[in-house]
């Protein structure tokens, strides 16, 4: 379980998290949700330590792991890259290699938690050629490719930031096949996107993050055998003014 | 261990066109100086030797060293120039540019000063083999020199000598080690220092940018204030002698390269945002 | 393995060329000269320093000068000069117990102002300070130190409350008893003032010396006679009354005549373009406090009209040195009779052109350089001053290097003792 609790962060002199807690479990897929600017990218940054917090603690299966709690212990940072495995908004690779350069490195320097063998699975299913320079690839095979360098990594959890955003509506699909099958199976995930349509059936658990804190957090399953709502309609509820 | 060697490597990798070109730069200008004075210098002789009143007077390397010293300095500025703009670049890259590899250094499954060792390592070895190479075109170019000009002109001259006659090699390739040790010795602290305040400026802003600021004019004033100090015999006024002052002012540096390191691999743990 | 043949290549290149050069440069390729003793006592080279020029000469092209301080230990090169070890010796320290050396420690200056004995060695400084508008306030600033106990005292005592003098000189610091006089040139004259130990100033002596009007044609000159060892206890200060008359002879340059040339003997005058006619020596004596003539001698010739003049007294004489490229002349007065005795050698039985003197410790230093062209051999030729005695000889080893083409010469300037 990642248990994140009373995240705080400023910047500049506005807050944009004001005490966001809330927590995922391995096998489940939660989604926090959130208008644009709310910091739902920020919570991901943060939990893999990409941002330094204010305030607030981030545990990973009982490990505090926030940098300014934990910034001192000597393995934190493979700790946590071997737990949690973060899939950014952008491809984070230089733009001169090759795909098959970009797995090279990745089985260079990840021993042990990068698995060629599913790599290759998913560079089939995908249909990507390796000799392929990532310069040169359409948004959509780009945001196929850095879920592969993602997925890949054998982490009992998974942040993906914005998976969907301004991808083509057939890759898009692509991606939203990954959720079903095995790729994903056993872990936990925590996905920040705009496109609920395209994963409201996978959803697990939902967190709706508004004015800095979360404004509601809920079994979606629970949600629409007690009150009948779909996620859409909690969040018309949560963000409507 | 493994890890940071592949990581330096890395490195050393992503910048090797640049490096290549400032070593063709600096080969080609200066064996290509040496080559056309040498043609010049041959055909003066000869044109003497014909002459029986004129005995033309003895040549070495020396000359065409002493008296072009800006065109032998001149790539050697360039590469200079170049390598102090990669203490920036090297980090800033991976902020901006399309790939923000920021982030995938920092999720590398090993300590993050790592990073901050494999960049300064690769710095270090794009420096020294600048160096192995300006010594070995040294070499190159007295032979060629003493290939070209006619051997009865021909006098013998020392890598030593070579190297006094340019400011520019002299700072660089000190003959004595205690000012080379103490030369590099303060330019890597110097780097030391500028990586870490690139490493603060780019903690969360506004604090960063702060930070970063008030660092590097802490530190520029405390190292340039031991060169003054020296410079300004200060040690009078303590009444001690001046060569103890120079290892209490080299005891400054040491410290403030070890306090630079410590503060960057801190920065790197805690402070550092994408 | 391969694909990480560049970096290792380039450090592996990085590593060899820097570690082959830290090696190649720290085994200097430029010859090590060193100063010995050939006959005489060791110790007459004791704190000596030659300073030097290297030259290397190409066939007829001179390249590449470093300067060089020569010493008996060895040659150091301008370059390879290191920040991190102790350089300037204090002179004093060769007489001090090693744990006495502290007291040396942010003295400015040097031998003058120092008295030392067996019991006791005391530092004396003046200070001046604005008084009044035209007026000035002279303080003196002594240290103390028992040599057998190391207990330290400071003394601040106001020597003159307000005087017109700007910078009063301290030439120097003697005990007697249980009291301490310094010699202070001030206002144009001499003047001792005694302290306790405790620091009351006691009394003041006005020095003045006998000197009636100067005769038609002529104007004089002071001086205090240098001493041989500046800091001894001493009964003494010696000072020198020089008249100069018109010119005698052609003016020429001034330079002294250098070791790379010989030039005809010229004299120099005194800025006025006036000729040495006479030297009067005076005594001041601290027991009776007063002062006392000694004895004069008169210039006999063109080189003692004038010329670069170096004196040292020592306990017996007082010495006035003469030199040119050709010859040179000492003559000393006695202090006990004020008879005058000259002595003197020339260049051949110095064995060549008389470059450099140097007068240090009672004994006159002479470098003498035979030869032109490439073939120079340096002679050191070292004399008591008192006894007029040759005590040693010094020179220098190896003296040409030659390799191939190029010959090193090491050109000397000059013998400092530090």
């Known amino acids: ?241 | 261990m493994k890890a940071l060697l592949k990581l330096i490597h890395f490195e050393i990798h992503r910048f090797r066109y640049i490096l290549f070109g400032l070593m063709g730069l600096t080969a080609l200008v200066q064996i290509g100086a040496t080559v056309l004075i040498a043609i010049g210098d041959r055909m003066e002789r000869l044109a003497e030797y014909a002459n029986p009143e004129v005995v033309p007077g003895p040549v070495s390397v020396l000359e065409p060293l002493a008296n072009n010293r800006g065109l032998y300095g001149f790539p050697v500025l360039i590469c200079i120039v170049t390598l102090l703009l990669y203490v920036f670049l090297i980090w800033y890259r991976e902020w901006f540019g399309k790939s923000t590899l920021i982030y995938r250094l920092l999720m590398l499954p090993m300590p993050r000063r790592n990073v901050y060792l494999a960049k300064l390592a690769a710095l270090l070895v794009f420096i020294g083999s600048l160096l192995a190479l300006q010594l070995v075109l040294l070499l190159v170019i007295r032979a060629v020199f003493n290939a070209i000009v006619p051997d009865e002109y021909l006098v013998a001259a020392s890598l030593a000598d070579m190297i006094n006659t340019n400011e520019v090699f002299q700072i660089l390739l000190p003959l004595s080690l205690e000012f080379f040790v103490l030369f590099y010795g303060m330019g890597i602290t110097c780097v030391l220092v500028l990586f870490t305040a690139v490493l603060l400026e780019r903690g969360r802003r506004p604090r960063g940018t702060f930070l970063a600021a008030a660092y590097a004019a802490g530190m520029t004033v405390l190292l340039v204030g031991t060169i003054v100090a020296r410079a300004a015999s200060l040690h009078e006024w303590l009444h001690l002698y001046a060569y103890e002052f120079t290892w209490i002012l080299a005891g400054i540096w040491v410290i403030a390269a070890a306090f630079a390191v410590w503060l960057g691999f801190r920065a790197l743990n805690r402070t550092v945002s994408v | ?418």
């Open chain 1, 1 to 241: 379980m990642i248990e994140v609790r009373d995240l705080r962060l400023r910047y500049f002199r506005k807050p944009v998290l004001k005490g966001v807690s809330f927590t995922m479990e391995k096998g489940q897929i939660t989604c926090l949700a959130g208008l644009n600017g709310a910091g739902k990218s920020t919570v991901l940054k943060a939990i893999m330590g990409l941002v330094p917090l204010d305030g607030g603690s981030i545990r990973i299966d009982g490990t505090e792991t926030a940098l300014h709690l934990a910034g001192n212990r000597r393995d934190l940072n493979r700790f946590r890259v071997q737990h949690v495995s973060y899939i950014p908004d952008r491809l984070a690779m230089p733009p001169s290699m090759k795909l098959w350069e970009a797995l090279r490195f990745m089985d260079d320097f990840y021993p042990g938690i990068w698995n060629g063998g599913k790599a290759k699975e998913m560079m089939t299913f995908f249909g990507l050629g390796e000799r392929e320079r990532i310069a040169n690839l359409s948004k959509g095979n780009a945001a196929k490719f850095n879920l592969v360098l993602g997925l890949a990594l054998d982490t009992p959890y998974v942040l993906m930031d914005e998976p969907f955003s301004g991808i083509d509506l057939f890759s898009r699909e692509a991606i939203a096949e990954v959720f079903s099958n095995s790729w994903l199976e056993d872990r936990g995930v925590l996905i920040t996107t705009h496109e609920i349509q395209e994963v409201e059936h996978l959803i697990d658990k939902m967190v709706m993050l508004k004015d800095g804190v979360v404004a509601m957090a809920f079994d979606s399953e629970e949600m629409r055998l007690a009150e009948n709502k779909s996620i859409i309609d909690v969040m018309r509820e949560v963000y409507r003014p």
């Open chain 3, 1 to 418: 393995m391969k694909r990480y043949l560049l970096s290792i290549l380039l450090a592996a290149a990085a590593l060899v060329g820097i570690g082959s050069y830290c090696v190649y440069g720290a085994m200097n390729p430029y010859p090590d000269f060193r100063m010995v003793v050939r006959e005489g006592d060791e110790n007459l080279l004791d704190g000596a320093i030659f300073g030097g020029t290297l030259v290397r000469e190409y066939g007829s092209w001179k390249y590449g000068r470093y300067y060089a301080e020569v010493t008996t230990e060895g040659t150091e090169y301008e370059f390879e000069r290191s920040l991190f070890k102790k350089r300037n010796r204090h002179p004093l320290e060769a007489e001090l117990a090693p744990d006495a050396h502290a007291f040396l420690r942010g003295k400015r200056h040097h031998a003058v102002n120092f008295y030392l004995d067996d019991r006791m060695i005391v530092y004396g400084e003046l200070d001046t300070r604005q008084a009044g508008e035209l007026e000035r306030e002279v303080t003196a600033m002594l240290e103390m130190m028992d040599l057998a106990t190391g207990k330290r005292t400071d003394i601040r005592t106001v020597l003159e409350a307000g005087t017109r003098e700007r910078s009063p000189y301290l030439a120097d610091v003697q005990r007697f008893g249980d009291e301490l006089h310094l010699f202070i040139e001030m206002e144009n004259q001499y003047r001792v003032y005694v302290l306790t130990f405790e620091g009351r100033l006691v009394r003041k002596v006005d020095v003045q010396l006998p000197l009636g009007p100067e005769e038609e044609g002529t104007h004089r000159r002071v001086w205090l006679a240098s001493n041989h060892r500046p800091h001894a206890a001493k009964g003494v200060v010696g000072i020198q009354v020089m008249t100069y008359g018109r010119k005698t002879a052609q003016p020429t340059s001034p330079m002294p005549a250098d070791i790379y040339g010989d030039e005809a003997a010229n004299f120099v005058i005194d800025t006025n373009g006036d000729a040495l006619s006479r030297v009067d020596l005076y005594v001041y004596d601290y027991a009776e406090e007063r002062i006392r003539p000694v004895g004069t001698l008169h210039a006999e010739d063109a080189l003692e009209a004038g010329r670069s003049i170096s004196n040292q007294m020592t306990d017996t004489h007082h010495h006035l040195v003469w030199h040119d490229s050709n010859q040179l002349r000492i003559k000393q007065i006695s202090l006990s009779d004020g008879s005058v005795r000259t002595s003197g050698w020339t260049a051949d039985q110095l064995g060549g052109s008389i470059g450099y003197v140097t007068l240090h410790d009672g004994k006159v230093y002479v470098l003498a350089v035979d030869g032109n062209g490439y073939e120079k051999h340096f002679a050191v030729n070292i004399f008591d001053l008192d006894s007029s005695a040759m005590v040693g000889k010094a020179g220098i080893e190896p003296t040409i290097v030659t390799v191939g083409d190029v010959s090193e010469t090491l050109y000397l300037h000059g013998l400092v003792f530090r």
